[in-house]
């Protein structure tokens, strides 16, 4: 596999939200990666508009902590 570049995970953006890395690309678009992907071991971040892909260089130990379930998720008996 040929990759464009080899990328440390610190020089990537994360967006919390989305729970993604991402890091620009040379065609305009940007290199995306999910924080579930790597931890599953995945380290190719690709480009959704061209062929360009990129190594992400990590730690698992570095990744954010997964998000626990919100308390307000938990079914509520409501009195009639």
């Known amino acids: ?16 939200k989305l729970q993604i890395y991402h890091f620009p690309c040379p065609c305009g678009d940007r290199f ?14 690709v480009c959704p508009s061209c062929s360009l892909m990129i190594k992400v260089i990590f730690e698992v130990g570095d990744l954010p902590k997964p998000e626990e379930k919100e308390k307000s998720q938990v079914p509520v008996k409501v009195a009639a």
């Open 1 to 16: 596999m040929s990759f464009y570049d080899e990328i440390e995970i610190e020089d990537m953006t994360f967006d919390p």
């Open 32 to 45: 995306e990666i999910a924080v579930d992907d790597l931890r599953d071991g995945e380290e190719v971040a």
